[in-house]
């Protein structure tokens, strides 16, 4: 076999590789030079099946990349991507592990980032915080480290949080309004001894 062209693909920093005259694949340009593809160079199928490989991993880890660079993820959430999209499965440990060196993928600190986005923005307690983790993949060590390491008030957000929801119970009665008060701060993930103060307080003023 002999590669008889290489031409630029409109997309950036790929090329498009010719064998006998005709096209075969498109390549990373990073890829091109690596294996010193050169025209009219003489291959083998197991040199050809190298560069075939090395051109799906790489197409992997962009991909991985691609994924973090919109946010932060954790390790299951990226492999759950990638598998979904059909790629080899060691092609995805590959790229999993490539992110992991660099520090891309670090399940620590997307705990951290996730639960300080989610009480800030959200107000959720750490029970929620801990199930969506949970759900996420992060083990569980690193889920109780970066909830005891939370520099929170859970009471005072979830008084605040019920002061707000509050005009909307206006007009119904004592009963439903603990009921439902108190389901919304469950769903937000507030524990039951920190609902049950904070309807106390509410409900008594």
Do not use: W
């Amino acid at each position: 076999m002999k590669i008889t062209k290489i031409e630029p693909q409109r997309r950036v920093d790929r090329v498009n590789i010719y064998i006998d005259g005709k096209f075969a694949f498109g390549l990373d340009d990073f890829l091109r030079y690596k294996y010193n593809l050169k025209s009219g160079m003489e291959i083998s199928q197991d040199f050809l099946d190298d560069v075939l490989e090395a051109e799906e991993k790489n197409m992997v880890i962009n991909h991985a990349l691609k994924l973090l660079s919109y946010r932060q993820r954790s390790e299951l959430e990226i492999y759950n991507k990638l598998k979904k999209k059909g790629y080899d499965e060691s092609h995805i440990d590959n790229a999993i592990q490539y992110c992991k060196d660099h520090n891309y993928i670090n399940d620590r600190n997307f705990a951290e980032v996730f639960t300080r986005d989610k009480v800030n923005l959200n107000k959720y307690g750490p029970q929620r915080i801990k199930y969506e983790l949970i759900s996420k993949g992060v083990a569980k060590d690193i889920i109780e480290e970066t909830l005891e390491d939370m520099d929170t008030d859970e009471y005072q957000m979830a008084m605040d949080l019920a002061l707000k929801r509050l005009p909307r119970y206006n007009g119904d009665e004592k009963a439903a309004i603990y009921r439902k008060l108190g389901g919304f701060l469950q769903r937000r993930g507030y524990s039951y001894d920190i609902i049950k103060k904070v309807l106390t307080q509410v409900l008594d003023r």
